[in-house]
């Protein structure tokens, strides 16, 4: 049968515009939306890429209204939640349940969200930003009539952070049933929203940070100039829509001249990732050799992750995001070594919270991870005191959470039987 009459043939599916969607969102999580044509969305869904326009205006749709979908199911999600609840608390369980559901329902749409929303034109993201700005408002007033004694600052910035737990759903994870890990995520969420906050068992002065990805441009070495200029380009506007000479205009350089130091523009985004995974693997196999209990290892290798990721964020920006532009080998050996931090991270946790199984901690610990990864990426959270102190503080709350099966957030203890500390100083 000819291609031009297969939209219009026997059995094709009821709701093709919804088959679109689907199989662009499936493409565009595992080739990035700048690497996925209409042409590839039509093949993939068995018509023409002039059948397409049939049911949907553009390649933008198939990105935007996935991304809709979600992001107003949250929003009814939170309406519902408040209106028939018995008190604040209950409000609160009603939204986590809620939202953990919306996002284990579709994990790619959440990897989408998060990996390339700054694709969609500025009114479509502008729409989508506020409706989820107006859906963390509702989550604030309820968070708030839980705990009065925090700033709007500080329920939100808890708010982002837990909501930021859900980017592991879009990760590949060990194979825990899905009634146990919607539960195991509601805890997590629950015990950094209601600020279960573990102390840090080690008194540290926490260091200023390197600020050489700061630094004026003469300040850096001629390479490391060209890295950290695209890291900046990258992180703004993806790894598709910067080019050579973008690069070395930043680095103060032609575009040919690049090719002094690289061989080629993937040979940057190599570069850069592999510079990630080189302080992550040094600052968390330094940390798990400390010395002492249990507790403490996994405070230094809470840090090790909160310290590179807040020191580089640059670069971890596009760590996140730009991992299925490099080439299929390289980034199974990314994969590995990412893999191997977490399963360190699992580890310990494994030992200060024997209860849990190998497989629900390296959940928790990727789901811990990506917090600190979408803490990092955020701008929204510069001004906050002690930025590192209060995600580090989140952390431990997430990752030492007891009881999953629990609905009650009292579960969750501090180490030690310390008294719990908020994630923020109040003032």
Known sequence: MAMSQMDSAPGRPRDRRAQLIREAVRLFWERGYDGVSVADVAAAAGITAAAVYRHLPNKESMLVEPIREMVTAWYGAALVAQDGAANPVDALDRLVTAVVEVAMDRPDVVGLWHRESRNLQRE?????????????AHWSTTLLACDPGLTVAQAEFRIRAALGLLNSVAVRRAPVARIQLSAHLQQMMKAVL???TVPDPRERAVPAFDVRHHAEPVELARRELILHSAARLIRVNGYHRVGIDEIGAAAGISGPSVYGHFSSKVDVLI???DRVADLLDAAVRTASQVTGPAEYRLAEISWA???TALNARDFVSVYATELHNVPAAHARTLQQRRNNRIRICAECLTEVRPQITMRLARVTSQAA?????GIARSRRFDDIPALATATHALTMSALVCENVESESVSSCRPLGGRPPLTALARK
């Not at 993201?125 to 506020?130: H, K, P, S, T, W």
């Open 305 to 307: 992750h909160v310290y």
């Open 124 to 136: 479509a993201r502008d729409e989508l930003v506020a409706l989820r700005a107006t859906t963390v």
């Open 271 to 273: 570069a850069l990732l």
């Open 369 to 373: 991870t990506e917090m600190i990864f």
């Open 194 to 196: 209601l600020s279960a």
